[in-house]
């Protein structure tokens, strides 16, 4: 069974466009996070969400809009993509207790052209 | 903001050689995670160090806490070319969102 699982796994899109990558976790987590990889495999903190509230917002340009219908599902919609906005995306999800690893999705490739 | 740094960014090693990466906080973490994170694949947990001076082993893996709780470091004894990956340290500061801030990663390339 998919723990974390993300859709879709790979995205080529064009510069402007709009996409959305969905995330499931059927790990009964009540915390669900976004990070997003570059190149250089620097993974960095995006959105966090307990409980379908926004806990972590970092320094992400306001074109990345998280949504989190229930507590299994944390969505990224992403408006007027950029060529910067090219990376691996990744899902993550925890149950909120200081000492939770994270479980992280098979990841999004998205590449901007 | 808190930083954590992780040396080295790359390392080549030849199979059966040891390899250590090294983990540095900006500030005095409450726990620290480490990931391996195959080629192509996601992050992995492997463990979680809370206490000051832990030591943890997981077979041919040592991982270390250090006194101040700011720096912590991995070693691979003999490694093997299943070792291959890309290995994260995470701290954990003490607000209470969960939030990890992940090290920069050591590629690890283990020579048949």
């Known amino acids: 069974d998919t723990a974390v699982s993300q859709t879709p796994k790979y995205l080529v899109t064009q510069m402007g466009n709009d996409k959305s990558i969905k995330c499931e976790q059927n790990?009964?987590?009540?915390?669900m996070y976004w990070y997003k990889q570059d190149s250089k495999k620097f993974l960095k903190i995006m959105f966090s969400y307990n409980n379908k509230e926004l806990i972590i917002n970092e320094t992400v340009p306001n074109r990345f809009s998280p949504k989190s219908p229930d507590k299994a599902h944390l969505n990224l919609h992403i408006n007027s993509l950029e060529l910067g906005d090219s990376a691996v995306y990744f899902c993550a999800s925890s149950q909120l207790a200081v000492r939770e690893k994270q479980y992280f999705g098979p990841g999004t490739r998205l590449t901007v052209t | 903001g808190q930083q954590v740094m992780q040396i080295p960014q790359y390392q080549h090693v030849q199979e059966g050689e040891d390899f250590t990466t090294y983990c540095n906080s900006s500030?005095?973490?409450?726990?620290i995670q480490w990931y391996k994170q195959r080629p192509g694949g996601h992050p992995v947990f492997l463990i979680q160090?809370?206490?000051?001076?832990e030591v943890k082993k997981q077979k041919r893996l040592t991982f270390q806490f250090g006194e101040a709780k700011k720096n912590s470091s991995l070693h691979i004894t003999a490694t093997q070319t299943t070792d291959v990956g890309t290995y994260f340290c995470?701290?954990?500061?003490?607000?209470?969102?969960?939030?990890?801030?992940f090290g920069q990663g050591t590629t690890l390339q283990v020579k048949p």
């Open positions: 500030t005095t973490l409450s726990n």
């Open positions: 160090l809370v206490k000051s001076g």
């Open positions: 995470a701290g954990r500061g003490s607000s209470n969102t969960g939030k990890l801030i």
């Open positions: 790990l009964g987590h009540d915390t």
